[in-house]
Nanobody, 123 residues
């Protein structure tokens, strides 16, 4: 399985930006679908964005036109650029990878997960 490591979380004021990164050290994931999910305390894991192995992108309605997912296969890294952040964007963000899922927004289709990175947006 691909091991994933997220980074880039932190504290930002409302309206600000952050860029999350997800790396797969020593492994190639060019043939994997990659996604970001987030989870607030006491809530389920929520789909944020996904990018297929060939570069097609999908977003949750709540983040469309604010977040951008991208990948650099040469660096084995996927990114989530987050702009116009608001306090509702606060939870822990997780990176996930799957070779086979047909429903990109379903967390159960992903077999590889990172440890998560905390994003906190202050109002």
């Amino acid at each position: 399985q691909v091991q994933l490591v997220e980074s880039g979380g932190g504290l930002v004021q409302a309206g600000g930006s952050l860029r999350l990164s997800c790396a797969a050290p020593g492994r190639t994931f060019s043939n994997y679908h990659m996604a970001w999910f987030r989870q607030a305390p006491g809530k389920g894991r929520e789909f944020v964005a996904a990018i297929t192995w060939n570069g097609s992108t999908y977003y949750a309605d709540s983040v469309k036109r604010r977040f951008t997912i991208s990948r650099d296969n040469a660096k084995n890294t996927v990114y989530l650029q987050m702009n116009s952040l608001n306090p509702e964007d606060t939870p822990v963000y997780y990176c996930a990878a799957s070779q086979y899922t047909s429903v990109l927004s379903d967390y159960e289709g992903y077999s590889c997960w990172g440890q998560g990175t905390q994003v906190t947006v202050s109002s």
